[in-house]
């Protein structure tokens, strides 16, 4: 007889199936045309964020791509300069919509796992002249992606905020697992608010709704936002079904957020004592991310662990990444675990 295999989905965090709670919440939510601004659950999702986060004005979009893509575009001119560092999302995986949506160019830095510094900034901005794009615009990420869900906190971003706003530079969040990094730093959420001209939040990552992000900023800012989602295709009608999900899963899917971190922190301590894994990145939250001895492809060891029915992503000829979510329980980390230490 067979054993039945199981399967253990570590690809990212965006793989999650709504709960039962949160499918009850988008079968019964109140809808109405988004576009004409009638839509009370999509009205009451923007509400609940930017009270939350002490802003303005938000606006719901179908992914945090496009509320990245629109806040770039509200916050720079064509020629203009966006500064960012080198794995920034904005920059490796949202298709080239930088040049593409804003004719801007982009200032790579290299920080430590993604995280910049005012010092590491400040001597990129261009001066006022006119061989030189404008640098206006700098982009932070919380958590960072490829820096294995590194954290940047409230004293490290304060004086990024005071050397934006002493060169005149908009301040733009890339949030798209802002409440994994809250939920580790218990920092105000307020206090992004105070500092930020833009926040994406991402609601269909850790937080685990099917679709969507939120772009929190100024009236003005989302007001001109809101003609640019129009441009890019993104206005929507009855999207109160999907808002739901986002209600239900801020009201619900913040505080276990913990116990995703604990289970990429099982993994990465079991990681580091295996022979044929060469390093691996701290495991601040729900991102594991590690590198394989140079005998071993990355793309083979992913068909390994496949085999034995562990989904994963490689992230370079020799790197893999693992992302812990809600779908994901303590036995499937053990499970996981347990086939690591069988792998040769």
């Keep these: 007889m067979n054993e039945t295999k199981m399967i253990v989905d570590l690809r990212s965090d965006t793989v999650t199936r709504p709960t039962p709670g949160m499918l009850e919440a988008m079968y019964s939510a109140k809808v109405g045309d988004d576009v004409f601004g009638e839509d009370e ?35 720079t001119n064509p020629m203009d300069e966006v500064i960012c560092d080198e794995t920034a999302h904005v920059y490796r995986y949202e298709g080239g ?23 590491l ?21 919380n958590t960072v992606n490829r820096g294995g869900g590194s954290i ?51 609601l269909s990552k850790g937080l685990g709704a099917p679709v969507g992000s939120v772009l929190l900023g100024s009236k003005e800012t989302i007001q001109k936002a809101k003609r640019i989602r129009k441009v890019m295709g993104g206005g929507w009608r009855q999207a109160g079904f999907l808002a739901a999900a986002g209600i239900y899963a801020l009201d619900h899917h913040v505080n276990r957020l913990k116990e995703d971190h604990q289970h990429a922190k099982s993994l990465a301590e079991a990681l580091i004592s295996l022979p044929y894994v060469k390093s691996c990145m701290p495991a601040d939250t729900n991102i594991v991310i590690f590198e394989l001895d140079e005998k071993y492809n990355s793309e083979e060891f992913v068909e390994k662990l496949a085999h034995h029915g562990i989904k994963c992503n490689t992230f370079g000829k020799q790197m893999i990444r ?23």
């Design 121 to 141: 900034i400040e001597p990129h901005v261009n001066p006022d002249n006119i061989h030189y794009p404008k640098s206006t615009l700098v982009v932070l990420e």
């Design 97 to 119: 919509g930088i040049a593409f949506n804003s004719s801007a160019s982009v200032r790579l830095l290299y920080g430590d796992r993604g995280r910049m510094t005012a010092d």
């Design 322 to 344: 693992f992302v812990t979510h809600l779908d994901i329980n303590a036995a499937m980390i053990d499970y996981t675990i347990e086939t690591l230490k069988k792998i040769h």
């Design 41 to 75: 659950t999509v009205n009451a999702l923007q509400n609940k964020l930017k009270h939350l986060f002490g802003m303005e004005d938000a606006l719901f979009c179908p992914s945090g791509t496009m509320t990245n893509q629109i806040a770039i575009k509200c916050f």
């Design 152 to 202: 940047y906190t409230l004293e490290q971003i304060e004086p990024i905020y005071h050397l934006c706003r002493l060169k005149n530079m908009s301040l733009h969040l890339d949030g798209a697992r802002i409440f994994n990094a809250l939920e580790e730093t218990k920092d105000d959420p307020k206090e992004y608010g105070r500092m930020f001209d833009g926040i994406s939040v991402c």
